[in-house]
């Protein structure tokens, strides 16, 4: 059996989930649904010092996720949680902070990085998000297009966008004082880092320091001031930035 050719024997765990259920439009993932048949409640709460809790007994279990989150959130929480509840079910109370639950930290072995996987494909499924990249161009703009279709966050799309790319793709992440995080495509060498701080000569410093909120236009500008390593001094980047709801500055870059 395959789904747009892909056999259902190499989907992941979560994939294989949204499979049994016969989801083949993002508009489909209902994630209050899935819950509901996989014997958990959802509520949501004001919660204090986490993002999201589950309770959990055998077969049933409650899952409270913080109402003052923003939606994107909230929905990556409650797939994060899910994670918890289809590994982890049966083991107690899982309190889970924001740094916990952030779809940037999927690589490491820990439960949390795990739940984050699991939330990633869940919301965002390889056999349906990689079709729709074919012939797109990896920036912000065909990022947002499938976050909005995906009804999932910039952030998390916008690396699962490089991850799934076959160019060199770097997605970062900028504050006001420091780099917060990084992930890249495997077609970028490791060797390559991203500087420490946004550099004053490039488009993303501008938005970073003022009150818009627009993405940048894509624009191409020099590797050496984004990156570090080797040959980034003769080479260039496609870049686009946009502020997240948090105040930092997310860019997808496209090394040249």
């Known amino acids: ?115 984050n996987a699991f939330a990633s494909q869940l919301i965002l499924p390889n056999y349906l998000f990689k079709p729709r990249i074919i012939d797109r161009q990896p920036n912000l703009d065909t990022a947002s297009c499938l976050a909005k279709e995906f009804n999932a966050s910039l952030t998390a799309t916008a690396i699962k966008l490089a991850k799934c790319s076959c160019a060199k793709v770097m997605v970062v992440c900028h504050s006001q004082t420091k780099r917060e995080w990084f992930c890249r495509s495997n077609a970028l060498s490791s060797e390559i880092w991203p500087i420490s701080q946004v550099h004053h000569d490039t488009s993303a410093f501008e938005l970073l320091f003022s009150e818009s909120s627009k993405k940048t236009a894509c624009k191409k500008e020099a590797a050496n001031i984004w990156l570090t390593g080797p040959g980034v001094f003769n080479s260039t980047v496609n870049v686009q930035s946009a502020k997240l709801p948090d105040g930092t500055i997310l860019s997808l870059l496209v090394v040249i």
Not at 30 to 46: P, Q, S
Not at 59 to 81: D, M, V, W
Not at 83 to 111: F, T
Request: aromatic fraction near 6%.
């Open 1 to 115: 059996m395959s789904i747009q050719g892909i056999d259902s024997s190499q989907l992941t765990k979560p994939e294989r989930l949204l499979w049994t259920y016969g989801i083949t439009d993002p508009k489909e993932i209902d994630l209050e649904a899935i819950a509901f048949d996989l014997g958990a409640k959802v509520r949501y709460r004001k919660l204090d010092g986490c993002d999201a809790r589950i309770v959990g007994d055998k077969n049933t279990a409650i899952i409270s996720i913080n109402s003052e989150a923003y939606p994107k959130r909230q929905r990556f929480s409650l797939a994060h949680e899910l994670g918890h509840w289809h590994e982890d079910r049966g083991k107690g109370v899982l309190p889970c902070s924001a740094e916990d639950i952030s779809p940037q930290n999927i690589e490491a072995k820990s439960k949390e990085a795990l739940a």
